[in-house]
Each structure stands twice: as C-alpha cells, then as structure tokens.
C-alpha cells in the first residue's frame, strides 16, 4: 500500500502551502486530567517557535490576521517523520474530498485522513500505549480564512476527555465545520433569494412586497441567481463529503479508545459494573450518530428546497427578460415602420423633383447650348427663318464633349469590373461550411 500512497502522493494539491522558511507556528493542545464523561477536556491554541514544536494538533496555512503562521517545508517533514504519518499526510494534499483510513506504522498506530479542497486538508495519527494505558493524537490540518476559525470555535466548545481522546475526534470536527459551513452557505443563498423574489414579485410570501420594478437590472439579477446555482451544487458536494464522514466515524466508532485507569479501579467489581452499563463513557454513541445523521437529512431537506426556489427565481428571470426583449423588438418594429414610410415619403419626392428636373433639363440644355458662341446669330438675315449658321467651334465642341463622354463612361465600367472581381475573390476564399 505504501507504493500507491506515495503515487497519489506525487500530486499535491496544496503546494502553495511549502515555503523555506517560517519562524513560528500556531499550534493546539488537548489535553485531560480523566477519561469520565463529565470531565471536561482543556483545549489551548498559541504560537510557539518551529524549534519547540512536539505532540500537539499543527495548523497549517494563514491566521485570522492573515499572517503567515505555518511551519516551514522542512519542520513539516520532520514532524511528519516524528509522528510517522508521512503517507497519510501526502495522501490527505492529493484528495480533492473524502476521508480515509490508512495503514500505520506499529500494532497500536492508526492513520486517518479528511480532505476537502480547497477549504480542508486533515491526517491525524491515533496510538494506544498499552503499557501507559494512554492514547496519543497527532493532528496537521490545512485550513485559513473562514475554516480555520470555525475549526477554532468549534475546538473553543466544551467536550468531553472520552470524546477528545477518541480517534475519530478530529473526523467530528471536520464533519463539524463542513456542516456548519453548508448552513452559513444556505443562510446567504436565502438572503439572496428573498432579494430577487422581492425584486421580481414572482412569489406568494404575504409578508414581503415588491420594492420597485426590476426592469432594467434583470441581467444582474439573473447573474446572482445562476451563482446561487452553482453554490447550490458545491453545497451539494460538501453534504456529501459530510454524510461520508458521519459513516466514516460510524463505523471506525465500535473500537473503543484505551482509558487510562489508575490501579484501584481494576478491580473485579468495577469491571462488572462496565460491563452491565457499556454505554456510559462512550464517546460516538448510536444517539450521538443518529443525530449527525439527522442533521444532514434536514440539510438535504432544506438544500432542496432552497434549490427549487433558486430554480423558480432563474425559469422567472428568463421569461422576464424574453418579455423585455419582445417589447423592445416592438419598439423596434415600430420604429423601422415609421422609418419605411419616412423612406416612402423621400422616395416619392425624389421621383417628383426628378419628374420636374426631367421638365425643365431639355429646356435649360437648350438654352445653354444656344447661348455658347457656336452659332453665327448675326449672320441670320431679317426676313426670319429658322436657319441658323454655326461657327467653327461647333465641331471643336463635339470633338472634346463625344470622347470626354466616353472616356469616363469607360472609366465607370473598368471600376464596376474590378469590383465585381474582387466580390469574386472573397467568395472562392470563404471556408464552406459542412452540413452534418
């Protein structure tokens, strides 16, 4: 098995987290005077220098400042070969979300890990000591930002020695802050919702009416409620994480953590008072389950439900937008309507003034031509007539106006002969489209 860890191992997902150098680490200590379930467990988080680092939980990534608190790439390796969890550790940076259980290294020594990238990255080791009747955790754990200190407020809580001493403890937090954080998810997709149904009015709540019209902001709206969408899935995806967990420690939640027991308590009637009342001491009982369980059923319910109204919110988005863009192609219709009778109107003007230019052009180049000195109007005689001399320069006119004329109505055809080629050109280069 420890040839595939290391194969997976290979490809870690959290390598932004190796750095050469870091002075201090934030650490945790949990610790219990005695195993009774009322007893409480004492829980303390400091930053202590790299050098000092032992037996204690390891938090690796930013703190709440946004300081850089993680051990360095060397303390990390050699904490990990202290506490030889090497392979569950760079199996837990491959996994993109699950929880495992890994085979360790010594009788008593067992290796576990959760993951949920890019939020969570955990692997814990859990000895017994038979001989101490004492049992020992190891924990590194990669979280920051909103993780990390729900991590840290969930630790803050008051828990008991028997449920900090078990293994599957650092599983319940990671279920823990999973949980939590799909409810915080679901608190701002509601919020969202119940803004754009008061936007959009598409909705039956009595107690919340419509600010104003959406017009104007549903591509906005609808944007935010494809994001609630697509948080809904990743939501999805965590409450599965979270029921694979909760069955994880269901069923690695039968072995029993080893108490330690002071000498005068082993006697034969203490033993038989633990025997006929087993379930006292117990840190994962079948209720402590059923309730996880429970939980995760009622966030289903309720991620369904949120779900479905996102949907709602998004099929009224759509079909709003489909009736502004219908009315603003009516307006458009109208417009280009109004615009082709405007163009009727200028058509039928042009042909009027063309019908007047075409009255008056025969005319007006008639009397052009006459008042030009190509004609001898002093050689016609007085006794009238209608004939007219002309001068020489009426053959110069003709002999410039009949190959001017010409030249350009050349010019005018080589243009439209070159055009023509070139709309030829762009056609033959054009990729044909394939039909499937």
């Given at each position: 098995?420890?040839?595939?860890?290391?194969?997976?191992?290979?490809?870690?997902l959290?390598?932004?987290?190796?750095?050469?150098?870091?002075?201090?680490?934030?650490?945790?200590?949990?610790?219990?005077?005695?195993?009774g379930?009322?007893?409480?467990?004492?829980?303390?988080?400091?930053?202590?220098?790299?050098?000092?680092?032992?037996?204690?939980?390891?938090?690796?990534g930013?703190?709440?400042?946004?300081?850089?608190?993680?051990?360095?790439?060397?303390?990390?390796?050699?904490?990990?070969?202290?506490?030889?969890?090497?392979?569950?550790?760079?199996?837990?940076?491959?996994?993109?979300?699950?929880?495992?259980?890994?085979?360790?290294?010594?009788?008593?020594?067992?290796?576990?890990?959760?993951?949920?990238h890019?939020?969570?990255?955990?692997?814990?080791?859990?000895?017994?000591?038979?001989?101490?009747?004492?049992t020992?955790?190891h924990?590194?754990?990669?979280?920051e930002?909103?993780?990390?200190?729900?991590?840290?407020?969930?630790?803050?809580?008051?828990?008991?020695?028997?449920?900090?001493?078990?293994?599957?403890?650092?599983?319940?937090?990671?279920?823990?802050?999973?949980?939590?954080?799909?409810?915080?998810?679901?608190?701002?997709?509601?919020?969202?919702?119940?803004?754009?149904?008061a936007?959009?009015?598409?909705?039956?709540?009595?107690?919340?009416?419509?600010t104003?019209?959406?017009?104007?902001?549903?591509?906005?709206?609808?944007?935010?409620?494809?994001?609630?969408?697509?948080?809904?899935?990743?939501?999805?995806?965590?409450?599965?994480?979270?029921?694979?967990?909760?069955?994880?420690?269901?069923?690695?939640?039968?072995?029993?953590?080893?108490?330690?027991?002071?000498?005068?308590?082993?006697?034969?009637?203490?033993?038989?008072?633990?025997?006929?009342?087993?379930?006292?001491?117990?840190?994962?009982?079948?209720?402590?389950?059923?309730?996880?369980?429970?939980?995760?059923?009622?966030?289903?319910?309720?991620?369904?439900?949120?779900?479905?109204?996102?949907?709602?919110?998004?099929?009224?988005?759509?079909?709003?937008?489909?009736?502004?863009d219908?009315?603003?192609?009516?307006?458009?219709?109208?417009?280009?309507?109004?615009?082709?009778?405007?163009?009727?109107?200028?058509?039928?003007?042009?042909?009027?003034?063309?019908?007047?230019?075409?009255?008056f052009?025969?005319?007006?180049?008639?009397?052009?031509?006459?008042?030009?000195?190509?004609?001898?109007?002093?050689?016609?005689?007085?006794?009238g007539?209608?004939?007219?001399?002309?001068?020489?320069?009426?053959?110069?006119?003709?002999?410039?106006?009949?190959?001017?004329?010409?030249?350009?109505?050349?010019?005018?055809?080589?243009?439209?002969?070159?055009?023509?080629?070139?709309?030829?050109?762009?056609?033959?280069?054009?990729?044909?489209?394939?039909?499937?």
């Amino acid at each position: 098995m420890h040839d595939l860890y290391r194969h997976y191992g290979n490809r870690s997902l959290w390598d932004k987290y190796d750095v050469p150098k870091c002075p201090v680490v934030e650490v945790t200590e949990i610790w219990a005077e005695d195993d009774g379930e009322l007893s409480p467990a004492v829980v303390e988080t400091k930053t202590i220098p790299s050098t000092d680092v032992d037996t204690r939980i390891l938090w690796v990534g930013q703190d709440r400042e946004g300081l850089r608190v993680s051990p360095s790439t060397k303390t990390l390796d050699r904490l990990t070969e202290a506490w030889r969890m090497g392979d569950a550790l760079d199996y837990a940076r491959c996994c993109f979300a699950g929880v495992s259980a890994l085979e360790g290294q010594g009788e008593n020594r067992r290796l576990f890990t959760a993951a949920y990238h890019p939020k969570l990255a955990a692997a814990w080791s859990h000895s017994e000591a038979l001989s101490e009747s004492t049992t020992q955790t190891h924990a590194i754990i990669f979280a920051e930002g909103e993780e990390r200190m729900e991590l840290r407020r969930i630790l803050d809580s008051k828990w008991s020695a028997t449920s900090v001493m078990h293994p599957m403890f650092p599983a319940l937090l990671c279920s823990l802050m999973l949980a939590h954080g799909l409810d915080s998810t679901l608190d701002d997709i509601k919020a969202a919702v119940r803004e754009v149904e008061a936007r959009t009015g598409h909705h039956r709540f009595a107690s919340r009416h419509q600010t104003q019209p959406a017009a104007g902001e549903l591509g906005h709206l609808s944007a935010q409620m494809s994001g609630c969408a697509a948080k809904l899935a990743n939501g999805t995806r965590k409450m599965q994480v979270v029921e694979a967990i909760n069955d994880f420690i269901s069923q690695h939640a039968s072995r029993k953590p080893v108490k330690h027991r002071k000498q005068d308590r082993t006697h034969a009637a203490d033993r038989r008072r633990e025997s006929l009342a087993p379930s006292v001491g117990q840190p994962f009982s079948a209720s402590h389950l059923d309730l996880l369980r429970h939980r995760v059923r009622m966030q289903a319910v309720d991620t369904a439900y949120v779900q479905q109204r996102v949907q709602i919110q998004i099929a009224a988005l759509f079909h709003l937008i489909a009736q502004q863009d219908n009315a603003i192609a009516f307006d458009t219709a109208k417009a280009t309507r109004s615009i082709a009778a405007s163009s009727l109107q200028d058509s039928s003007s042009m042909k009027m003034l063309a019908l007047v230019a075409m009255f008056f052009l025969p005319g007006s180049f008639v009397a052009a031509l006459f008042s030009t000195p190509l004609f001898a109007w002093d050689e016609v005689p007085e006794s009238g007539g209608m004939g007219v001399g002309t001068r020489p320069q009426f053959a110069l006119f003709w002999a410039v106006t009949a190959p001017l004329t010409a030249f350009i109505f050349g010019l005018y055809g080589l243009w439209m002969c070159v055009q023509g080629r070139k709309e030829r050109g762009k056609s033959h280069n054009a990729i044909p489209l394939e039909v499937v």
